[in-house]
């Protein structure tokens, strides 16, 4: 060391108000660290939610203008509006006289089952299901333990 220092350094010594003015500097530096880091984290939270805000933002303008667009939907579904779209393609309306009416033998519109019944031939030839809780734990069992008998070979 030069001289000087170990001029200064014996000349005083480390007295215990030196020491006192040495920790706070050192805490004074720390607090000053963890300020910055404070304050940065607290800026890039600024940032993030204003971007959330702006996106948030998008989002409502675009529920808005789909809402716009379903109403314009509707408004073009109306039968009015589809009845003028029909006669501007040559659509028209029917006379009764030009309506034919198609008759099918065994069809009744009244009936009140609509389920088709199987033919026996058919339900005999589906397999009747049989499987448990118990015998479906048992294939997983085997199975398990056949996968734990390959790792050993």
Do not use: C
Request: zero cysteines; proline letters at 3%; charged letters at 20%.
């Amino acid at each position: 060391m030069s001289r000087w220092v170990q001029h200064t350094i014996g000349r005083r010594g480390w007295r215990p108000q030196n020491q006192a003015a040495v920790l706070l500097g050192l805490a004074l530096i720390l607090a000053l660290v963890f300020a910055g880091v404070y304050l940065s984290q607290v800026a890039s939270y600024a940032a993030t939610n204003r971007e959330i805000s702006a996106l948030i933002e998008d989002r409502d303008r675009l529920e808005f203008s789909n809402e716009q667009l379903r109403v314009e939907i509707a408004s073009l579904k109306t039968i009015p509006r589809l009845l003028e779209r029909a006669q501007q393609l040559g659509f028209r309306y029917a006379d009764p006289a030009e309506v034919q009416y198609m008759v099918i033998d065994g069809y009744n519109p009244n009936r009140d089952e609509t389920v088709v019944e199987l033919d026996h031939t058919i339900a005999q030839a589906v397999p009747q299901y049989e499987e448990t809780f118990g015998g479906w734990l048992q294939q997983q069992i085997d199975s398990l333990s056949r996968q734990f008998d390959s790792f050993g070979r």
